[in-house]
């Protein structure tokens, strides 16, 4: 009896730069960027401090890092030790796995989330092919501190080997990502007014392309609806003037209209960046501020309420409770409700 079980025949291509090994003393950062490919970060000694979207995480030792192409973020070592890590920017013409890798601004996966992963092996096989390419006297390499070494035929093939690997278990990490748990896990909000693009005011030159950026015009977004890098730079400029305004619906009509956008092409532009549309994400910043003046401060509600943008404060506990199935007064801790309740008293509102 004969039997045939043919494979599919396919074409797929891997794109891969800036795969590397670095080690960063303490006191080191870098600064606000983005890439037009994803990036996947390793931390295999110390700590990193990343800000990605005006929300700050630690990578510590053992942690993995995912960031979807486009999306800005910065990194500080404010540790007394050395950061070590493993860093590739990848992309993958398969939109499947493109939908997949680009479903959430960041992906955060701790140790212990990857344990049972072939993660690390990986990384240690590439070592390998790093440590071979040091050694190797043709590469002209001599152990410096800022190699970038050519390699043999065989250890491309390995480097792309290995990358395809890396992503097979990074999407399975993912498939198993249950739905329940934060699409982006922040430790602690961004500060407001800090990182700051340069070249603030250019919204006039960006909006002139705004059509060519949303996918209208000739230059259309790449395959698999991933954001061009001036569609990337738009919506970043969207997102910093939001941050500076609470003014809820009237403040996304402004932007867009600040960047010659109309309120449509604004949001297409953002939610592909940030998978979210601007009135989600002000929703979410006055949350964050809320929170943060409920438990920090001991303002009035009325002042609160005026702070993020809202009518009065019975609008302002509507929203709130919304939000969290909580009022302001359940969510605040009581040594602040009974301080607010002294001040109420003593007429120093």
């Known amino acids: ?81 050395e950061y070590g890590y493993f860093n590739v920017h ?4 398969d939109d499947g796995i493109r939908g997949l890798l680009a479903s959430a601004p960041y992906r ?40 970038t070494a050519p390699l043999p035929f065989g250890d491309l093939l390995l480097l792309q080997a290995y990358t395809l690997l890396l992503l097979h278990e990074l999407l399975a990490l993912l498939r198993e990502d249950r739905p329940s748990r934060p699409q982006a896990a922040a430790v602690q909000p961004y ?52 941050a500076l305004v609470m003014s ?29 549309s601007p009135q989600q994400y002000v929703s979410r910043q006055k949350l964050k501020l809320a929170k943060e003046l409920l438990v920090t401060t001991n303002l009035p509600m009325t002042r609160i309420a005026e702070r993020l943008g809202f009518q009065s404060a019975s609008h302002f506990s509507r929203q709130f409770r919304r939000w969290t199935g909580l009022s302001p007064t359940e969510f605040r801790p009581k040594h602040l409700a009974g301080a607010v309740a002294d001040e109420g008293a003593d007429g120093k509102l």
């Not at 606000?32 to 929300?55: A, D, K, P, T």
Request: hydrophobic share 30%; with cysteine; glycine share 12%.
């Open 1 to 81: 009896m004969e039997e045939l079980f043919q494979f599919p025949s396919f074409t797929h291509t891997l794109q891969v730069t800036g795969c590397h090994f670095g080690r960063k003393p303490p006191g080191w950062t870098y600064p606000l960027h983005h890439h037009h490919l994803f990036e996947l970060v390793y931390c295999f000694r110390g700590e990193v401090e990343q800000e990605i979207s005006r929300e700050r995480l630690l990578l510590r030792e053992g942690d993995w890092l995912l960031i979807k192409a486009g999306v800005r973020h910065q990194l500080a070592n404010r540790s007394e030790a």
């Open 90 to 93: 990848f992309d993958l013409d």
């Open 108 to 147: 955060h996966f701790m140790r212990k989330e990857t344990e049972g992963s072939k993660l690390t092996s990986y990384v240690k096989e590439l070592e390998q092919v790093r440590d071979r390419s040091r050694k190797d006297p043709s590469s002209g390499q001599a152990g410096g501190t800022d190699e």
């Open 191 to 242: 500060g407001r007014g800090g990182g700051r693009a340069a070249g603030r005011g250019s919204g006039r030159s960006l909006g002139r392309s705004a059509a060519s950026a949303s996918g209208s015009g000739a230059s259309a977004p790449d395959q698999g609806g991933s954001p061009s890098l001036f569609a990337a730079d738009l919506a970043h400029e969207v997102e910093e003037r939001l």
């Open 248 to 276: 809820g619906e009237a403040s996304v009509a402004g932007v867009a209209k600040e960047l010659n956008l109309s309120r449509s092409q604004c949001s297409k532009l953002f939610a592909k960046v940030y998978g979210l």
